[in-house]
T-cell receptor, first 110, second 115 residues
Framework: EDKVVQSPLSLVVHEGDTVTLNCSYE??????LLWYKQEKKAPTFLFML????IEKKSGRLSSILDKKELSSILNITATQTGDSAIYLC??????????FGKGTKLTVNP | GAGVSQSPSNKVTEKGKDVELRCDPI?????LYWYRQRLGQGLEFLIY????????KSGLPSDRFSAERTGESVSTLTIQRTQQEDSAVYLC?????????????FGSGTRLTVV
């Protein structure tokens, strides 16, 4: 059964700090790993990582896929209060559906 | 439409009643997914529709849950004889084809509260 584990489950930091969120997975026939940001109800897409694209960056956010270790990290530098959200990691394998982790709740205090 | 639309956005129902949740996917998206998110939890897969193929119902938690989709358009998720444990946010997502590609597009969800 495909599985995704995220850590930590919650994190509280101050504005300006750098954070690293972790995601490890077990999946049959790995296709992609995705990161989402969930502020209210609808998760919004951040990054997709595949065997041919193991590193992505957008502004202060970046993500790396380690296929050997079956894991990924999401880095956020110079955090802002607007980064406060739940960050979800998901993997897609042979089943064509995304399997999600429980998420990391990030709180950025002013 | 421009995005995935779900209705109602909030629903409070009495234990034992049936509820129906609706999802309008992005036009042209052949794949449609339902997920459930309990408080403080991640997204739990429920069911997946892809074109005219038989749906993947492997995530439905009990026979009280069912879903339908007409062609490549609207889907409804029905929960019969609701229980308090069914309280959650129900999220619908759609994608082009059956591959996550650039990721699903999620609707804003229906928050179901069973009292």
């Amino acid at each position: 059964e495909d599985k995704v584990v995220q850590s930590p489950l919650s994190l509280v930091v101050h504005e300006g700090d750098t954070v690293t969120l972790n995601c490890s997975y077990e999946v049959t026939n790995f296709r992609s790993l995705l990161w989402y940001k969930q502020e209210k109800k609808a998760p919004t897409f951040l990054f997709m990582l595949t065997s041919s694209g193991i590193e992505k960056k957008s502004g202060r956010l970046s993500s790396i896929l380690d296929k050997k270790e079956l894991s990924s990290i999401l880095n956020i530098t110079a955090t802002q209060t607007g980064d406060s959200a739940i960050y979800l990691c998901a993997v897609e394998g042979a089943s064509e559906k995304l399997v999600f982790g429980k998420g990391t709740k990030l709180t950025v205090n002013p | 439409g421009a995005g995935v639309s779900q209705s109602p956005s909030n629903k409070v129902t009495e234990k034992g009643k049936d509820v129906e949740l609706r999802c309008d996917p992005i036009s042209g998206h052949t794949a449609l997914y339902w997920y459930r998110q309990r408080l403080g939890q991640g997204l739990e897969f429920l069911i997946y529709f892809q074109g005219n193929s038989a749906p993947d119902k492997s995530g439905l938690p009990s026979d009280r849950f069912s879903a339908e989709r007409t062609g490549e358009s609207v889907s409804t998720l029905t929960i019969q004889r609701t229980q308090q444990e069914d309280s959650a946010v129900y999220l619908c997502a759609s994608s082009l084809l059956g591959y996550a590609g650039n990721g699903y597009t999620f609707g804003s969800g229906t928050r179901l509260t069973v009292v």
